[in-house]
């Protein structure tokens, strides 16, 4: 099993930018995808981005605006989020292995005037 620590986030107004970060640790060994999710209010979950070995996965929603960024030797993973929207307002939550790996405790990004 891994751990997930969340950090960052935080409210910013349209046009804006954030910065999430993710500390992870326990079984990394096991880890074959790192990334984030999100789940705004009334939605579903859904994927924003992931890095695998195969390379790096962006959402359509989110191409051009965000960037991830893996550090194996520090253990992180970040989410640069830039030209924020109010329709990016959710909570963000980071993610290994997928739907059936393992979360973290999600953390709020707020975009609003």
């Known amino acids: 099993q891994v751990q997930l620590v969340e950090s960052g986030g935080g409210w910013v107004q349209p046009g804006g930018s954030l910065f999430v970060s993710c500390t992870y640790s326990?079984?990394?060994?096991?880890?074959?995808?790192v990334g984030w999710y999100r789940q705004a209010p009334g939605k579903q979950r859904e994927s924003v981005a992931h890095v695998t070995s195969a390379g790096t996965n962006y959402a359509e929603f989110v191409k051009g605006r965000f960037a991830i960024s893996r550090d194996n030797a520090r253990k992180m993973v970040d989410l640069q989020m830039n030209s924020l929207e109010p329709e990016d307002t959710a909570v963000y939550y980071c993610?290994?292995?997928?739907?059936?790996?393992?979360w973290g405790q999600g953390i709020q990004v707020t975009v609003s005037s």
């Open positions: 993610n290994v292995n997928g739907d059936f790996g393992d």
């Open positions: 326990g079984d990394i060994t096991s880890i074959h995808s």
